[in-house]
């Protein structure tokens, strides 16, 4: 089964500074989406772009995305504390059988 | 607008025990899908209700069971419970119809096999 597989596994950064995480994957999708989760939470929906997209802007974050490459990347503009965070890419494949599935995440740490 | 509810929060069995999970999807979602999510892991699917069956499962044994009630709301059943049970689970429900789609997390229900 495909899998969402994010790296860093870890990354610490200076408030201000941007971040950015990289997640790959191994089949066809329908989309991609991009979750947060604060410690111990649940999981917030952040953003999510479709096969036929390449780049998307929200607020502070802008996704990417290569079909191609099976690949996309999040990044985070001018970091702040509150960014303190695990981020997980979930993709959700073409096959209706399959399930969208999880990668380990990255876990980010905006230093003060 | 209600999110996706979930209860307990937290709770602590012993091995061998049943445990029941409940989860209230977001209003206009039909769709639950529930993870368990071990510590600095990614959530792992268990499986997806939709109209009241199972649409999807993941890799786990069938100690691990749900249901999925008229008003969409959905509960997990785990027996026997094990140590490796542990875990945080988590609720997600969707407006897809049974398919893949956006999906709206409770804060999860912790638990903890003694």
């Known amino acids: 089964s495909q899998q969402g597989e994010e790296d860093p596994q870890a990354l610490s950064i200076q408030e201000g500074e941007n971040a950015t995480m990289n997640c790959s994957y191994k089949?066809?999708?329908?989309?991609l989406q991009w979750y947060r989760q604060n410690s111990g939470r649940g999981l917030v929906h952040l953003i999510l772009i479709r096969s036929n997209e390449r780049e998307k802007h929200s607020g502070r974050l802008r996704v990417t995305l290569d079909t191609s490459k099976k690949s996309s990347s999040l990044l985070i503009t001018a970091s702040r504390a509150a960014d303190t965070a695990s981020y997980f890419c979930a993709t959700d494949p073409m096959n209706r059988d399959d399930k969208i599935i999880f990668g380990k995440g990255t876990r980010l740490h905006i230093l003060p | 607008d209600a999110g996706v509810t979930q209860s307990p929060t937290h709770l602590i069995k012993t091995r061998g025990q049943q445990v029941t999970l409940r989860c209230s999807p977001k209003s206009g979602h039909d769709t639950v899908s529930w993870y368990q999510q071990a510590l600095g892991q990614g959530p792992q699917f268990i499986f997806q209700y939709y109209e009241e069956e199972e649409r999807q499962r993941g890799n786990f044994p069938d100690r691990f069971s749900g249901h999925q009630f008229p008003n969409y709301s959905s509960e997990l059943n785990v027996n026997a419970l094990l140590l490796g049970d542990s875990a945080l689970y988590l609720c997600a429900s969707s407006a897809a119809r049974g398919r893949n789609g956006e999906l709206f997390f409770g804060e999860g229900s912790r638990l903890t096999v003694l």
């Open positions: 089949t066809s999708i329908n989309n």
